[in-house]
């Protein structure tokens, strides 16, 4: 049991780290000044350590 979990765990972490990489050059690509882009990066990061707190309680 505790190794399936593990490995959903680390399936979830690592479709999260994915998504952020994704979300992280949409806010290169996307600003059009450096306040927007570091708080577009900031938010992004904001959003992938909440989710990926959820894949390891989940």
Not at 5 to 20: D, I, P, Q
Request: with cysteine; aromatic share 6%; net charge positive.
């Amino acid at each position: 049991m505790a190794q399936s979990r593990s490995a959903s765990a680390g399936a979830c972490c690592f479709s999260e780290k994915r998504r952020l990489v994704k979300e992280l050059s949409t806010c290169g690509y996307c600003s059009t000044s450096f306040e927007e882009y570091k708080r577009c990066r900031q938010e992004a990061s904001r959003e992938s350590g909440e989710h990926s707190k959820e894949c390891m309680i989940a």
